[in-house]
């Protein structure tokens, strides 16, 4: 039987949360490459690489929120400093000078990485019970591996 966030035992809400904060901060860390990649983007390939970026931040923008509030649900903190995310993330931040290959390159690592990191939240919230978080990690996971198949269709 599933269980409701405010039912979840102690020890299963750390496992969650951790789990829920850990993509959190990739997806923060993830959102701001993809804006400073948005912005600094040049070449042949500007205009729909200029776009497709924007998609990325502006959708990664929302799934943070959707994120942080599954945490206040748990009646835990949600994390908001860029300091903490960087020392917890397994995506790192990059200064755009790049070319837009490695931009491209770089971006669909890291949606593979944020896939990775949410398929593991979805395991642990499936173990718990917990199959609202396990849902929102599932739709995160599709959102996440169709931005790195449209990447990769790009380096072909």
Do not use: C
């Amino acid at each position: 039987m599933g269980l409701v966030a405010a039912k979840i035992e102690p020890s299963a809400k750390e496992d969650i949360v951790g789990g829920l904060t850990q993509a959190l901060a990739e997806t923060a860390i993830e959102t701001l490459k993809a804006q400073n990649f948005h912005w600094n983007v040049t070449g042949m390939s500007f205009g729909p690489l200029h776009e497709l970026f924007q998609k990325i931040y502006e959708d990664h923008f929302e799934g943070q929120d959707t994120l942080a509030e599954r945490i206040k649900q748990f009646d835990m903190h949600a994390e908001g400093r860029y300091s903490v995310y960087l020392e917890r993330s397994a995506i790192e931040e990059h200064d755009g000078h790049a070319d837009a290959r490695t931009m491209i390159e770089i971006l669909m690592k890291d949606q593979e990485t944020l896939s990775s990191t949410l398929s593991a939240l979805a395991q642990v919230a499936e173990e718990h019970g917990d199959w609202a978080t396990n849902d929102l990690a599932t739709a995160r996971i599709e959102v996440h591996d169709k931005f790195a198949w449209m990447l990769r269709a790009h380096l072909k």
